[in-house]
Every structure is written in structure tokens, then in C-alpha cells.
């Protein structure tokens, strides 16, 4: 028997992956699947994009980069950012990465260790408590509530903070609720973390770009008292509907970037070079494309709720941002996995059970909207007709 470290058998995995893959398997025995589960765009990468990458592999870019990424890139994130949040990044912060999850990854590695407690969000993405799980690390959940909106509480988050806490992992707008922090709340949040120095912030804001009813997203950034503590995620995969080229960028406090430098030499080298010319073209160039999509999710998200909440024993309340509901289940007398399961193979609707998302995700389904409204409003009939049949 060959026996691998521990932390191998407490990591945890994405069930939105496996949920992809069961509703493809389901797709091709011939069944009309309907796939609310997927967390990315339906949207194509924008055209001007794909050609940054075509002439980028024809200008012979095909060999390494810098491990942090190439200058002109990180020269335009940071640029990005500092517009964005006001807040000053130099490029020698920013470090080019193969998607937001590995700011995530190299982020919950450099703090979590046995004894350590690492604060995350939940419900939240499964990902923060898998790689917790992994260093050793105690995962400390973050309820997220209903009655809040989706949005963190600061009495709730700072009463969790311990002497040992190393990390808290924030992210707003969230998946897979859809919740936006108001700032006023983030407010308190920073002026309860600014009295713990000792603790780095992960800012998830991979979202930031998709905020709706005329609300402004709030970086972390953009707050000077903890500026040199948070670690921001972000990246093209969802403002740019580029998840499957896997770039994301991070800004990093001064002290850390040559630690996480290190981590992309010993593992990835470099993200590949054409993609990092089409995150530069993205960047640099028009942004209707993105505009266009938000204000498409915007409409949808008003479609899909309105459809939730005409179905018997559901309720949901609008999400803010990103372009996922959250819809309460509790009174249909189901379990959300096995609702969730059961709309796959009965009512073929693929959508995720809120326990996926944490402990606190029970009563509750997330439905990504990133999908045609017409699907959508074929998907919530067959979920209304589900239901009517099976309660
Ligand atoms: N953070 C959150 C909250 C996400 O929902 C996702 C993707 O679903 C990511 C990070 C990871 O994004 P990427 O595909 O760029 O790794």
C-alpha cells in the first residue's frame, strides 16, 4: 500500500465538476438536459480576445514567461485594479496565475498549518474549506444567512476570530448565494481586523464586476488600513468569459509576492503565453462585451427569481451579484442533495445542492443563471411540475 501525506485524505473536491459530468453523460443517451449547475458564462470569449491569443501564437510567443507573468500584463492589471479601487498597486505586486483557484491554493497554503484557524465563508466556494482541510488547518465556517441578504455579518465574522486565526477568507459578490456585503458592513469588518495585524485577508472578488441594481462592488483594497494584509483574487474567467483558459491575476501584500514567485517556479512556471496576451487585449480593450453580458445577467436574474418563487414550497430572494439564486427549499420536505440529484435524473435539471456550497447551504439550491432564459424558464417549469408531483 503506498501511503501519501494526510492531508490527501481530507481533501475535498468540487461537486459541480461531477454534477457537469453526470448532466454530459445524461446529454449524450439522447436526454434534453437543461444545465443550471454550471457556474460559467454562456457567453463566448469576446472576439477581439481570441485573436490576441491566434496572433500571439503567431508572433512566436510559445516558450516561458516571467513565473509572475509578463510585464505589459501585470503593467495593465495593476492599472485595472488602481482604477477600480484606488487603491495604489505597483506590477511588481501582481502575479499572473492559471485561474483564481490557485490565489486560493497559494494563499490557504502559505497560512494553513495544524493550529492554525483560517475563517471562510459559508455557504461559500467548496474550494476555501477543501485546501483548509488539506494544510491541517482548522476550518472556521462564517455562517452566511438569508436574513442578511447573502451578506457577511461583522459581528458574526470578528466574534470567530481567535488568537490563532491566520486568515480570513472573504468574498463578495459571493457564490453560491448571489450576496453582495454592503459597505457599511464591510466597514465594521475592517475596523474590527484593522486592530488584528497578524491576520491576511483573501479577497475573493472574482465576481466584482457583476453587481446589479445600481450597487457599487467594495473592494477590500481600497481600504488603507489593510491594504498591506489582503491578498486579492481576481482574474478573466468569469468577467470575461474565459474560464477555460485559466488566467487569473492577484495582488499580493509587498512581503509575500516573492513566497508565491517561488510556488510558481517549483509548480506551474508560468501561464501560457497566448493567454496572457488575450488577458492583456482584455483588459486593454473595449469592454461592451462585459457591459452587454452583465446587463444580460441582470435581466435573467429577475427571471429566474420570479420563477422560483411561483414554485410550490419555494422562496427566493434577489441576488445582488454574481449570476447565481439561492432559492429556499425548506418547504417543499425535500433535502436539497436529493432534490438536487432528483431534478437531474427525473425532471432533467441540473442544478447544485446547497450543502455542497457548507453546512449552512442545507434548505437551499443554487440555479446558475448563465443559461438562455428560455432554458431557464423551461428548466423552473419542469422543477414546478417535479414538485407538484413529488412533495
Ligand atoms: N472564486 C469563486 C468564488 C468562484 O466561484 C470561482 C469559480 O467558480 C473561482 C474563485 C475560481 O475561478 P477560476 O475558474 O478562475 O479558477
New binding site residues.
Partial sequence: MLRTIAGFDRIGE?N?FAVLARATALAREGRDIINLGI??PDFSTPEHIVEAAVKALRDGHHGYTPATGILPLREAVAADVEKRTGAPVSPDNVVIV???????FAAILMFGEPGADILYPDP??P?YRSMIEFTGARPVPIPIREENGFAFSAEETLALLTPETRLVIL?SP???TGGVTPKAEIDKLVAGLADRPDIAILA?E??GQMVYDGLEHVSLLSYPQVRDRVIL?D????TYAM?GW???YSVWPAGLVDKVRKLAVNCWSCVNAPSQWAGLAALTGPQDAVAAMVAEFDRRRHVVVEAANRLPGVSCIVPKG?FYAFPNILETGWKAKPLASALLEQANVATIGGPDFGVYGEGYIRISYANSTDNILRAMERIGAFLAENR
Fill in positions: 468540487e459541480a457556474g460559467q492559471p485561474g483564481g483557484k490557485v490565489t486560493m461559500g466556494f474550494i468574498n459571493a457564490n453560491p475573493d472574482i465576481y483574487l482574474g478573466w474567467s468569469k474560464t485559466r488566467m487569473g454574481a
